[in-house]
């Protein structure tokens, strides 16, 4: 297992959060045992074998503009981050990258057993926004979810994210990449929001 931390933080009431660098091939159990469940399909991945989860991550990590990391409470895989540059990315087609923009996407992992506990997502969104604003020294934050996962949209409009455009993101048919078309909801996240002065 990879132990390359990126990003640690403690969260108030729920532990030590951290960011590390995904192991494509040692972590792809847990991904797949994530995204094949009915409530991810927004994620794109239903119905694909463990392999073919890890082909995609192992494909991922020989870009430069496209990163995928594991998020774990305690030493506890609680969700996957991937972040992006939107200017090597189809959502460039759909608004104005500014400079210092940097795209997430964010999966977070099924609830424990308990229930999960009041609180703990926005919390995992604070750490998160913690390591690509401030760690990674970024000016806003791009998300684009599925016009459909009204949950997620909700959570991030709950985090200080501001709405932007309902767009259609284009398909992408390439020998190593294929995304279909998606309509999305764009939301943004300032710094100065996320962390006021």
């Given at each position: ?25 040692a972590d ?7 995204v ?15 392999d073919?989860v ?34 090597a ?20 992992a099924?609830?424990?057993a308990?229930?999960?506990?009041p ?8 750490a ?7 760690g ?8 684009d ?8 949209i ?14 259609v ?6 020998p190593?990449?294929?995304?279909p ?17």
């Open positions: 297992m990879s132990d390359t931390y990126v990003h640690e933080q403690e969260v108030d009431g729920f532990g030590t959060v951290r960011v590390r660098t995904l192991d494509a091939k792809a159990e847990v991904l797949h045992g994530w094949s469940e009915e409530r991810a399909a927004f994620w794109g991945m239903n119905g694909l074998t463990r073919q890890a082909e995609i991550y192992a494909h991922m990590d020989t870009l430069d503009t496209h990163h995928a990391y594991l998020l774990e409470k305690d030493g506890e895989p609680v969700g996957l981050l991937q972040t992006y540059e939107p200017e990315d189809r959502v460039s087609e759909c608004y104005p990258v500014e400079s210092g923009d940097i795209g997430v996407h964010l999966l977070l099924p609830a424990a308990d229930g999960g506990r609180g703990w997502s926005s919390a995992l969104l604070g998160v926004a913690s390591y690509v604003l401030l990674l020294d970024r000016k806003r934050v791009v998300v979810p599925d016009v459909r996962n009204e949950k997620a909700a959570r991030f409009l709950r985090q200080g994210f501001v709405a932007g455009e309902r767009v993101l284009p398909e992408i048919d390439l190593d990449v294929h995304l078309e998606k309509h999305a909801q764009l939301a943004f996240l300032v710094r100065e929001v996320a962390f006021p002065a």
